[in-house]
């Protein structure tokens, strides 16, 4: 076994699910302590295996495409062979460092968060399902291995967010979420056949080496390669698991889930899944330009539309559900400009101050007697030290203030798209500027709507009523310290990645060497365009605090209500989300929704339940009648019955099939014999055997009833015919003499 | 001789006058005597046809029926006795337990 072998990668997705089970099964009756000892006992052995495999083992194999770890053959038919098999390299490694670390901060948080729950167990048998399907997924040594893991996620994404299912809007929204996905896992499943079609793999690792300009891949369809549709239908998946334009409306809503798993599931792991997809077929996606520019296209405007309607929402976890969308977008511009390891770098850096901003609004709303309405909060920075310390650096991380993880990894991405050459320098130059250009707005907006947050919550006096005050406390140590532990990730996190064009030293960017193996390497910026556009969205981000702080700054200022009242058509149309749910209903919902009713209508009433079912019935009950009818009680007549039916099989048994006289022709010593019978003797299949010398044995047979013979001599003979009924089975003979007399001899 | 379509014809007869006793009289004794008078028309014509054929096989059929015969009429005189006590009637229609 050599060194790529030796670690058994099955045991990480493994221990969640079996903690999943175990908590499934048996969690009813198990104590909270308990519970919260299998689920984070889990998830936090994962962890430790993740970090042994990632640091001990993993640096002596990367190069050679990292562990690997086979489990057993899973479907073998014709020339396409799927092992159930993982594999760890620096990518996957990565995002298995994030899932199982922050996965098992979460579930500490939820610990505290979840307290007063009765469905304690089945919350964190869930969170357990979770991490496992995301460790699939990211752990899958080929597409279907990851699909599965893709749906798996889906699945607990769909059963958390309506985890408080009595409400019919959580409800509502785990379905959107669920259904809305499944659109995205069409087109996943579709680029994942015609893949397939193409290459004739769906490894990994025999897909990059056979993405060359001169492969399968490249072939023509529609004047587009077909490596521009497999990339294009994989991701319409991406852009369902990660929210993007047009699929992303399902994410705000799964905020009705609990905070922890929005936290976990819809900040911080799975809506990254697509760019983790993207960035692990990468060499696939650079083959074709024009698929770049619509990856980085789909993510800047998502970052920036996303940005707008953070403007002006007024629930804490639905601006942080917008801002996730927005991240997104900035990491589908880092994979969409070929930036593959900044793309991930940001990846990285959103999952701790995204996870620390959903579990500070969990805090706050704790705090705040369960509302998020932002509105009616403010003053809760010293009410709330802890959370609103860690809110701080989280905050100032996602807009990107220097030394703060968010700086390094959003202005990787933004200088990465000026400085790209993934689109060459032909009709396509343009889009790494656009892109570029859209993202430094997107950031001056999410610097902006953060800063709304920050201060709308934590400064000035409080706006909620005197109920509530009283009960504002800060919450309970287990889920402080991660907060706290998030926090310090999200405030130092960024050095790992520091860009090499940025202070000259692209040796400080461990992350991207890392990455190197499994992305390639790191985009090369010049210093130059590196310190410029540090420098400008440094000042971005400074401009849209400070503007945020002339509008909200220790509550609602004049210049916010006076712009608000100014354009009050425009800041409804915002805080509405642009109507694009209503929108949707119009032209895909309730269409659907009518041709479903009118199939119902029509097939399932109409056709299944009356006349097929129903038609069966019928003709069952007719059937019956009728049958009934002749059961009537007498035995006499029932022997009447018998003896009718009696007669009538002895007459077709014995009906005569012979005539009473052979029908003799003589011509010389020649006789031909006739042994038909009048009537339809033909229909009933009579074979005919004639014996003419009557030796016992047949000269002709067959299913005429004529037959002819020469006689040797003349004379007297007797003539045998043995006639068989096949229906019966019965034979009847009849025989003839004949004197032919001297005729013909002498 | 007489030709054995006599036999046969008279078999035919006995066998249709026993098949309507059977069918159409509703007195358990009479229903028995029909059968008595079907069993002996099958009878007359095994003997018919074995004396025919000249096989000795059609008479000791013939035996067996007869045996058959007395087996049957002991029974359903017996059953018909229980019957009579049981229920102060041979009519079939007034004994039938099936449904009217």
């Given at each position: 076994?050599?060194?790529?072998?030796?670690?058994n990668?099955?045991?990480?997705?493994?221990?969640?699910?079996l903690?999943?089970a175990?908590?499934?099964?048996?969690?009813r009756?198990?104590?909270?302590?308990?519970?919260?000892?299998?689920?984070?006992?889990?998830?936090?052995?994962?962890?430790?295996?993740?970090?042994?495999?990632?640091?001990?083992?993993?640096?002596?194999?990367?190069?050679?495409?990292?562990?690997?770890?086979?489990?057993?053959?899973?479907?073998?038919?014709?020339?396409?062979?799927?092992?159930?098999?993982?594999?760890?390299?620096?990518?996957?490694g990565?995002?298995?460092?994030i899932?199982?670390?922050?996965?098992?901060?979460?579930?500490?948080?939820?610990?505290?968060?979840?307290?007063?729950?009765?469905?304690?167990?089945?919350?964190?048998?869930?969170?357990?399902?979770?991490?496992?399907s995301?460790?699939?997924?990211?752990?899958?040594?080929?597409?279907?291995?990851?699909?599965?893991?893709?749906?798996?996620?889906?699945?607990?994404?769909?059963?958390?967010?309506?985890?408080?299912?009595?409400?019919?809007?959580?409800?509502?929204?785990?379905?959107?979420?669920?259904?809305?996905?499944?659109?995205?896992?069409?087109?996943?499943?579709?680029?994942?056949?015609?893949?397939?079609?193409?290459?004739?793999?769906?490894?990994?690792?025999?897909?990059?080496?056979?993405?060359?300009?001169?492969?399968?891949?490249?072939?023509?369809?529609?004047?587009?390669?077909?490596?521009?549709?497999?990339?294009?239908?994989?991701?319409?998946?991406?852009?369902?698991?990660?929210?993007?334009?047009?699929?992303?409306?399902?994410?705000?809503?799964?905020?009705?889930?609990?905070?922890?798993?929005?936290a976990?599931?819809?900040?911080?792991?799975?809506?990254?899944?697509g760019?983790?997809?993207?960035?692990?077929?990468?060499?696939?996606?650079?083959?074709?330009p024009?698929?770049?520019?619509?990856?980085?296209?789909?993510?800047?405007?998502?970052a920036?539309?996303?940005?707008?309607?953070?403007?002006?929402?007024?629930?804490?976890?639905?601006v942080?559900?917008?801002?996730?969308?927005?991240?997104?977008?900035?990491?589908?511009?880092?994979?969409?400009?070929?930036?593959?390891?900044?793309?991930?770098?940001?990846?990285?850096?959103?999952?701790?101050?995204?996870?620390?901003?959903?579990?500070?609004?969990?805090?706050?709303?704790?705090?705040?007697?369960?509302?998020?309405?932002i509105?009616?909060?403010?003053?809760?920075?010293?009410?709330?030290?802890?959370?609103?310390?860690v809110?701080?650096?989280c905050?100032?991380?996602?807009?990107?203030?220097?030394?703060?993880?968010?700086?390094?990894?959003?202005d990787?991405?933004?200088?990465?798209?000026?400085?790209t050459?993934?689109?060459?320098?032909?009709?396509?130059?343009?889009?790494?500027?656009?892109?570029?250009?859209?993202?430094?707005?997107?950031?001056?907006?999410?610097?902006?709507?953060?800063?709304?947050?920050?201060?709308?919550?934590?400064?000035?006096?409080s706006?909620?009523?005197?109920?509530?005050?009283?009960h504002?406390?800060e919450?309970?140590?287990?889920?402080?310290?991660?907060?706290?532990?998030?926090?310090?990730?999200?405030?130092?996190?960024?050095?790992?990645?520091?860009?090499?064009?940025?202070?000259?030293?692209?040796?400080?960017?461990?992350?991207?060497?890392?990455l190197?193996?499994?992305?390639?390497?790191?985009?090369?910026?010049p210093?130059?365009?590196?310190?410029?556009?540090m420098a400008?969205?440094?000042?971005?981000?400074?401009?849209?605090?400070?503007?945020?702080?002339?509008?909200?700054?220790?509550?609602?200022?004049?210049?916010?209500?006076?712009?608000?009242?100014?354009?009050?058509?425009?800041?409804?149309?915002?805080?509405?989300?642009?109507?694009?749910?209503?929108?949707?209903a119009?032209?895909?919902?309730?269409?659907?929704?009518?041709?479903?009713?009118a199939?119902?209508?029509?097939?399932?009433?109409?056709?299944?339940?009356?006349?097929?079912?129903?038609?069966?019935?019928?003709?069952?009950?007719?059937?019956?009648?009728?049958?009934?009818?002749?059961?009537?009680?007498?035995?006499?007549?029932?022997?009447?019955?018998?003896?009718?039916?009696?007669?009538?099989?002895?007459?077709f048994?014995?009906?005569?099939?012979?005539?009473?006289?052979?029908?003799?022709?003589?011509?010389?010593?020649?006789?031909?014999?006739?042994?038909?019978?009048?009537?339809?003797?033909?229909?009933r299949?009579?074979?005919?055997?004639?014996?003419?010398?009557?030796?016992?044995?047949?000269?002709?047979?067959?299913?005429?009833?004529?037959?002819?013979?020469?006689?040797?001599?003349?004379?007297?003979?007797?003539?045998?015919?043995?006639?068989?009924?096949?229906?019966?089975?019965?034979?009847?003979?009849?025989?003839?003499?004949?004197?032919?007399?001297?005729?013909?001899r002498? | 001789m007489?030709?054995?379509?006599?036999?046969?014809?008279?078999?035919?007869?006995?066998?249709?006058?026993?098949?309507?006793?059977?069918?159409l009289?509703?007195?358990?004794?009479?229903?028995?005597?029909?059968?008595?008078?079907?069993?002996?028309?099958?009878?007359?014509?095994?003997?018919?046809?074995?004396?025919?054929?000249?096989?000795?096989?059609?008479?000791?059929?013939?035996?067996?029926?007869?045996a058959?015969?007395?087996?049957?009429?002991?029974?359903?005189?017996?059953?018909?006795?229980?019957?009579?006590?049981?229920?102060?009637?041979?009519?079939?229609?007034?004994?039938?337990?099936?449904?009217?």
């Amino acid at each position: 076994m050599n060194a790529a072998e030796s670690f058994n990668l099955r045991l990480i997705p493994l221990l969640p699910f079996l903690g999943a089970a175990i908590l499934i099964l048996f969690g009813r009756g198990f104590k909270r302590g308990t519970v919260v000892a299998i689920a984070a006992g889990a998830i936090g052995a994962a962890a430790f295996l993740s970090f042994s495999a990632f640091f001990q083992v993993l640096p002596a194999v990367a190069e050679e495409g990292g562990l690997r770890d086979v489990v057993w053959k899973w479907i073998a038919v014709g020339n396409l062979s799927i092992d159930l098999a993982f594999r760890m390299d620096a990518l996957s490694g990565l995002l298995c460092l994030i899932i199982t670390f922050i996965g098992f901060l979460i579930h500490l948080y939820a610990a505290g968060y979840m307290e007063h729950d009765p469905d304690y167990a089945r919350f964190f048998a869930y969170l357990n399902l979770f991490c496992g399907s995301m460790l699939v997924l990211v752990l899958g040594d080929s597409m279907p291995v990851m699909f599965v893991g893709w749906e798996g996620v889906g699945l607990c994404s769909y059963l958390l967010i309506g985890f408080w299912y009595s409400e019919t809007a959580n409800a509502n929204a785990g379905k959107k979420a669920f259904i809305t996905n499944r659109i995205g896992d069409f087109g996943f499943l579709i680029g994942m056949f015609l893949l397939f079609h193409a290459t004739g793999t769906l490894r990994f690792s025999e897909i990059g080496p056979l993405a060359t300009a001169g492969s399968t891949l490249m072939v023509p369809y529609w004047g587009m390669p077909l490596a521009f549709w497999i990339g294009l239908f994989l991701f319409i998946g991406a852009t369902g698991k990660s929210a993007q334009l047009p699929l992303y409306v399902w994410l705000p809503d799964a905020m009705a889930g609990p905070t922890p798993v929005s936290a976990l599931i819809h900040a911080a792991t799975m809506v990254t899944a697509g760019v983790y997809m993207v960035a692990r077929l990468h060499a696939l996606y650079v083959l074709v330009p024009a698929l770049m520019a619509i990856v980085a296209l789909v993510g800047a405007a998502t970052a920036l539309f996303a940005a707008i309607i953070g403007f002006a929402q007024n629930d804490f976890k639905k601006v942080l559900a917008y801002s996730t969308v927005s991240q997104l977008g900035f990491m589908f511009v880092g994979v969409g400009t070929g930036n593959f390891s900044s793309g991930v770098f940001h990846l990285y850096t959103h999952a701790f101050f995204k996870a620390g901003l959903f579990l500070c609004a969990g805090s706050i709303m704790h705090a705040m007697s369960g509302s998020g309405d932002i509105t009616k909060m403010g003053g809760l920075r010293k009410l709330t030290p802890w959370t609103h310390g860690v809110f701080v650096v989280c905050w100032l991380a996602i807009c990107g203030v220097p030394i703060f993880s968010g700086f390094f990894s959003k202005d990787a991405i933004v200088a990465g798209a000026f400085a790209t050459e993934a689109f060459g320098t032909g009709n396509l130059a343009w889009v790494g500027p656009v892109v570029g250009s859209m993202l430094l707005l997107a950031a001056l907006g999410t610097a902006f709507y953060m800063s709304r947050l920050y201060f709308l919550v934590f400064s000035g006096a409080s706006r909620a009523d005197h109920e509530t005050q009283h009960h504002i406390h800060e919450s309970p140590s287990i889920m402080v310290v991660p907060l706290v532990i998030l926090a310090i990730g999200a405030g130092l996190g960024g050095f790992v990645g520091v860009p090499g064009g940025l202070l000259g030293h692209p040796e400080w960017n461990l992350l991207g060497e890392w990455l190197t193996s499994s992305v390639g390497p790191e985009l090369e910026v010049p210093h130059n365009t590196e310190m410029t556009f540090m420098a400008i969205s440094t000042g971005l981000a400074l401009l849209g605090i400070f503007l945020a702080r002339a509008f909200y700054g220790g509550g609602y200022r004049e210049p916010a209500t006076k712009f608000a009242s100014s354009f009050p058509g425009f800041v409804q149309l915002v805080r509405d989300k642009f109507r694009v749910d209503e929108l949707y209903a119009a032209v895909i919902v309730r269409p659907l929704r009518g041709l479903s009713v009118a199939l119902f209508r029509i097939v399932d009433r109409v056709l299944i339940d009356k006349l097929l079912v129903g038609g069966t019935a019928a003709i069952v009950d007719l059937l019956g009648r009728i049958t009934r009818s002749f059961q009537v009680g007498d035995g006499q007549r029932y022997m009447a019955a018998f003896a009718v039916g009696a007669a009538a099989l002895v007459f077709f048994a014995t009906r005569p099939t012979l005539p009473a006289h052979l029908k003799v022709n003589v011509s010389g010593t020649t006789v031909t014999v006739d042994a038909s019978r009048a009537g339809r003797q033909s229909q009933r299949g009579l074979t005919y055997a004639f014996d003419f010398d009557d030796d016992g044995r047949s000269e002709v047979t067959g299913t005429s009833p004529e037959a002819r013979y020469t006689y040797d001599k003349a004379g007297t003979h007797t003539i045998r015919v043995t006639v068989t009924d096949p229906r019966w089975h019965t034979e009847s003979h009849i025989k003839s003499e004949i004197d032919l007399g001297n005729g013909g001899r002498n | 001789m007489m030709p054995a379509f006599y036999y046969l014809c008279l078999s035919f007869v006995l066998f249709v006058i026993g098949t309507a006793g059977v069918l159409l009289r509703r007195n358990a004794l009479i229903v028995l005597m029909g059968i008595e008078l079907q069993l002996n028309a099958g009878n007359l014509a095994m003997l018919t046809f074995a004396r025919q054929l000249g096989d000795e096989k059609g008479h000791a059929f013939a035996f067996l029926i007869i045996a058959l015969a007395a087996a049957e009429a002991a029974v359903g005189l017996a059953i018909l006795v229980s019957l009579f006590r049981a229920r102060q009637t041979i009519n079939l229609d007034e004994a039938s337990l099936m449904k009217r």
